[in-house]
């Protein structure tokens, strides 16, 4: 399991802001801050640098010219980019932040914003941003070790999980039960199963 | 492949001349019972898009002293009949060139007026414009802050990082540069362009702002109260810009009412002659009012009591009606509400 090996993974906070004293400005917070940065003038952009495989957090400004951060945040979804963001605005109204935090927002600040509110919400994105990365990390884990039993291990094992016994499985597969019993062992073994209940678990986990 | 415009003028005088000879040979030939004369109507109508008006006037007559001359040199038929053609022919031409004139007349006016309206539109919607100040003066106020913030942690780091630190210092500088450089450019907006002064009717310039606002009073279910008196002599000032005040003001009646109490929604407008000198436009609302603080700030630039205001629309308001010669002042009045006032000067010479 990489999930500590994440931890150890420094992450990356990508900002999106039209203005360059901003863009200057949250580089330098940042890295004061001993954070990784990457900054980039419009959405354009950052998508031509794909974000590294590490966890981030983005730093989306709302007005810009073109596409709006808004917009760009409904965006992401499709484009399969995950980050968690926190928006920042210079002319924010009420309604614009309900948006934005409907849209699964971290947080919505208002330039000039005090830079403990901006680092305590990108501390947050980054820690969910750790934890989704964990859970994907465990489900294709599990996704792994499931390809690696064989085919006919995947076929006693299904019909395990629905409760069968051995006899019933050997019946049904026209099996011997001696062979339904190995291959029941071998799939216990492969999915790192210490019982019944847990395979059952890990294979609702696997989503397979 | 086109021709320059002059050409294609010069030719059409050309064809104009030919046609209108070719009339004349045709009314001079034919018997007086025809009234060929009737065609010169269609020339008219052809040349008045390309003449000034005293050219087609004068058009207008050669094509009558034409169809005159026609008349005397006809040989043939009835004298009586050949009188009345001629006298149809003439009225023909006649009310062609004044419904023409008038046509043309009456498309450059709306074409003026659209062109007016366009830069009242500007400068009233002042809210646009505001939005995008306050944006522009944010950023830079925002990334001081920030860099500010970013210097006190590199300076709280052990040991300080004086090279980090200064860097963000000098980024504050250049960005405290920019921001004062945008209120420059800013307060050189406020200034605005110089008049353009002519004579108008002030009273006519309030109604057409007062008709372009209809809709937003009514949407605020706003009862408009108008004492205009239309017997008041010509002002002496920039039209637009003069009804840009008017419009800044109405709008700001409009939105103090708007957020006043429910039951008292009413703006009442108001143009009078109170020394030989000048008129004087009035507005009063029943608005929310004037708080002394208020008073004292009214027209200064970025002060504002609205939310999402920036504090620019009186202070042009001001440097307008200076520089058009006039005063600008403000009360608070009877129904707890603020009155707003201004005055322009006469025309010279026409002062009661």
New interface residues.
Partial sequence: MNRDMDRATPPIVYVIDD?H??R???D??F???GLQVRSFGSAREFLAHPPDDAPGCLVLDI?MPGQSGLDFHRQMGDLGIRLPTVF?T??G?IAMSVEAMKNGAIEFLT?????QDLLDAIQHGIEKDRARRASEAVVSELQLRWASLSAGEQEVTRLVIQGLLNKQIAASLNLSEITVKVRRGQAMRKMQAASLIELVRLIEKAGV | MRMPLQYRRMLSLVGMVLVMAAIFVADTLTEYAVAVAVFYSVVILAAVSLLTVRAAIALACACIALTVVSFYLTPAGLYKVGLVNSGISIVAISITTWLTLKTEAAQAAAHDAQARLLRIARVTSLGGLT?SI??EV??????????G??CQ??LA?DPP?ME?AL??LD?IL??AH?ASEIIDRVRSLTKGEKPRKSAFDLPQAVREIVDMSRGEIERHGIALETHIDDALPPVMADRVQIQQVIGNMLLNAIEAVASGPAHRKDIRISTSMPDGASVLFCIEDAGCGLSAEALDHLFDAFWTTKE?GIGLGLSISRTIVEANGGKIGAEPNASGGATFRFSVPLVKGKSA
């Fill in positions: 203005d004293s901003v200057a400005a949250l330098d917070l890295a004061s801050v007005r920042i210079g002319h109204d330039k000039p914003f005090r830079d | 939005a306050a944006h944010n950023q830079p106020l925002a990334a001081i802050v920030t860099s913030n970013a942690r590199w780091q990082n980090k860097q963000a980024r250049s960005d920019r999402g």
